[in-house]
């Protein structure tokens, strides 16, 4: 197995007891998977409105937050 296949197998394990273990962890997942639901919809759409389309921005704005706090908290936890 290939030392980036482990690091991805090891940074699931880690992410899957995080989980499990860590409610903040827990409910960044939750919050990123919402803001992936909404903006599944606006994108299914042939034509956004301008609020719609502030939404959209506004939208991946917070989840590349959530995924910098999520990125975070998985460094915490790889550390020795």
């Known amino acids: 197995m290939s030392e980036e ?9 880690l992410k899957d007891q995080l989980l499990q273990t860590d409610e903040e962890f827990n409910d960044l997942i939750a ?16 034509y956004l409105s301008e609020p719609e389309q502030v939404e959209e921005v506004t939208l991946k704005k917070r989840k590349l937050l ?8 998985l460094r915490r936890h790889r550390q020795p």
């Open 5 to 13: 296949a482990s690091m991805n197998g090891e940074s699931q394990d």
């Open 66 to 73: 959530l995924k910098d706090r999520m990125e975070d908290i």
């Open 31 to 46: 919050k990123h998977h919402e803001l992936e639901d909404r903006l599944h919809e606006l994108t299914a759409k042939h």
